[in-house]
């Protein structure tokens, strides 16, 4: 970057950042109302899209939704055009502290020069990429040093432009597991810093009990090996049932949801007896974990999308070839799978692991899950009431509906007959603010 250029660039975040806090400072009296209106709005509660939609928005929540009849008295107006309006989106599995564009291309120097603060210093640009896309909320689960927790907390007070947070601070896992970073590294290295391993039913409560004192909203443990890490199995149970139980009692005890990282058929099943609240991935569940979840009502989340991006491009990060061969035993199964669980009528949260592909290309699973099964609709509620059910936001988040967030979308085109047009949202709303205009 030339000096000049870099000098402007100062300079005018500064006055972004002035001018923020100047309008903070200037507290208006009444609340600001602002009128939204587009050609459509898509109600995804009933599924229908109502025509000539107005949404009145007042500080940061909706205040009214309504068909017709000109533009509220008093309110300014956000003009959408042809647009179609929706919820904003949500995506209840990323990691906001990393992703493949930061990667030197070679493994073992990334995972040796580059630490959590190199982390910490690009999540505010993934958070905005993520906001851009559309998602207004995301449940963040796992992230190194508590930076997910800083990352949120600065949001929440308007310091960093992001979606909503919710955070899992560390994954829980046993030693060697899909969280033990030194797992095919030489026994002499080890890494320095907050570790979510841990064993034995008595630490993993301890490491439960740390992450909620931490600041974590929600607890995620890894019930089964991964991909992405060194372990030679990718689905083999990596916690006893008596230590999966203790995490959830331990976690529901202290009133947080927890998330399950899960790709192997029994554990699973032992994610979900213990009482997870969902399953990340899933990719080998079998017909009696489908009946199981079915059952209590455990929501399964899948990332379909991840695999095409694993097999074209992480042979060109370094990635060890023992991962990329774990990879192309999970990938297809799990969107068989996937359409087994549409079919049985599963609850299904839109989950993506975006960090594992690049933050901002979250709206890329949506065509995924209506080519392996789900309508439209249902793909949209995945990202929506779903996902604001599983978090337990369903009475903030995930519906254009008064008293709610004002966080919406719009897309050109319709999304019920291609839902490829989330791919590229033309606005995006959060909290009643324009994050991002729409285009002339
Ligand atoms: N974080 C996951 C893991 O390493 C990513 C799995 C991606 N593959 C997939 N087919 N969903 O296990």
Not at 411 to 423: I, K, N, Q, S, W
Request: glycine share 10%.
């Amino acid at each position: 970057m030339r000096p000049a250029f870099l000098l402007a660039t100062v300079l005018s975040l500064s006055t972004a950042v002035a001018t923020r806090v100047h309008a903070a400072d200037a507290a208006p009296t009444a609340p600001a109302r602002t009128a939204v209106h587009a050609a459509h709005l898509l109600d995804v509660d009933s599924g229908r899209v109502l025509d000539d939609p107005w949404v009145l928005v007042e500080g940061d929540k909706i205040v009214s939704v309504t068909s017709g009849g000109g533009a509220p008295a008093g309110a300014a107006v956000v003009e959408l055009g042809n647009a179609t309006l929706l919820p904003g989106l949500i995506d209840v599995h990323v990691h906001l502290t990393g992703d493949p564009t930061t990667s030197t291309g070679n493994y073992y120097q990334d995972a040796l020069t580059a630490g959590p603060m190199d982390a910490a210093v690009m999540a505010p640009t993934f958070a905005k990429r993520t906001l851009d896309a559309g998602f207004t909320t995301v449940r963040n689960v796992g992230a190194p040093e508590y930076i997910d927790v800083a990352l949120r907390n600065a949001i929440n007070r308007g310091l960093v432009e992001g979606p909503r947070m919710l955070v899992a601070t560390v994954p829980i896992g046993s030693t060697g597991s899909h969280v033990d970073e030194t797992t095919g590294f030489a026994p002499n290295i080890e890494f320095h810093g907050v570790t979510g391993v841990a064993n034995g039913v008595d630490a993993v409560r301890e490491r439960v009990r740390e992450n909620v004192k931490r600041g974590a909203d929600v607890i995620k443990f890894m019930a089964s090996a991964g991909v992405l890490s060194n372990e030679t199995s990718v689905g083999a149970p990596q916690y006893s049932q008596a230590e999966m139980d203790a995490i959830v009692d331990e976690a529901h005890r202290w009133g947080r949801k927890v998330a399950a990282h899960a790709h192997g058929t029994e554990a699973i099943k032992m994610a979900i007896r213990a009482g997870v609240d969902s399953v990340e991935h899933c990719s080998f569940i079998d017909a009696e974990g489908l009946k199981m979840a079915k059952q209590r009502g455990t929501y399964l989340d899948f990332d379909i999308y991840n695999d095409d991006y694993i097999l074209s491009e992480y042979a060109k990060l370094g990635v060890p070839q023992a991962q990329i061969e774990k990879e192309k035993l999970v990938g297809r199964v799990q969107r068989e799978n996937f359409r087994k669980a549409v079919q049985a009528g599963e609850k299904m949260a839109f989950a993506t692991d975006a960090g594992v592909y690049p933050h901002g290309w979250n709206g890329k699973q949506f065509a995924k899950e209506v080519e392996w099964g789900m309508t439209p609709l249902q793909a949209i509620r995945s990202a929506t009431i779903n996902a604001a059910d599983l978090l337990g936001w369903s009475d903030k988040v995930g519906s254009l509906k008064p008293g709610y967030y004002a966080d919406m979308v719009a897309v050109d085109g319709d999304p019920l007959a291609d839902v490829g047009v989330l791919e590229h949202v033309a606005f995006v709303m959060k909290g009643g603010r324009v994050v991002r205009a729409l285009q002339p």
